[in-house]
């Protein structure tokens, strides 16, 4: 079984599992926002939801939705869309203060803290995003998270008609300035890599639902 796990995690890589093997994720909708996410859970018991549009140019160039719902007390949590933590768009969260939460684009190039990463954006929306006594919740809009790359590297992009590896990582030490987007933060102490099956995150009117929770 785990020989399986392992085989499936590799396929799922290189882009070659098509419904073949069984995903991490599972199809999730949601009350609040109206979205229909692909959902799993990580070893630090935060949840990671995304969902796309159900109509995918041939670019595979596409605005995603994601939705982190994360502990209080993790220092910070950051999400690859391209299955690893190196070389694609990552979006990284810490909470700052008793009531914000920092979303920040980096790409990671080396065991360093990673800078910032202009070419995907993230857009808070209103709706879906809130914190209470036990937990945090932040759902964004990422233009620039289902294509990466370029001429000379080649690219990357994320296809729903292939199971996809994604990755997170997280921390319990909090970054070193957290009023400042752009600070730096000590490596991972524990990562993950699941499999999202994204043709369960499609959504209809993917845009206009999208405009309305802002």
Known sequence: ?????????VAAFLGLAKRQFEPDSSVYEDPETGLTFASSSTNRDVIVRVAIPDQI??????????????PNDIGWFGWAWGGH???????????????????????????????????????????????NETHWQVTAKCSGCSRWGDEWIGYTELDPDYQTIMAYAWSN?????????????????????????????KN???EAKVEALL
């Open 1 to 9: 079984m785990v020989l399986l796990e392992k085989l499936a995690r």
């Open 57 to 70: 140019p041939d670019d595979k160039i596409y605005d995603t939705v994601l939705q982190v719902v994360a």
């Open 85 to 131: 933590m190196t070389y694609n768009p990552l979006a990284i969260f810490w909470p700052n203060g008793t009531n914000n939460i920092v979303l920040s684009s980096r790409i990671a190039f080396g065991y360093f803290s990673p800078p910032e990463y202009p070419d995907a954006t993230y857009t808070i929306l209103s709706t879906g995003t809130h914190r």
């Open 173 to 201: 030490y909090p970054v070193d300035a957290p009023e400042d987007a752009s600070t730096s933060f000590a490596i991972h102490q524990s990562l993950g890599h699941p499999i999202y099956d994204l043709a369960v995150a």
């Open 204 to 206: 209809a009117d993917f």
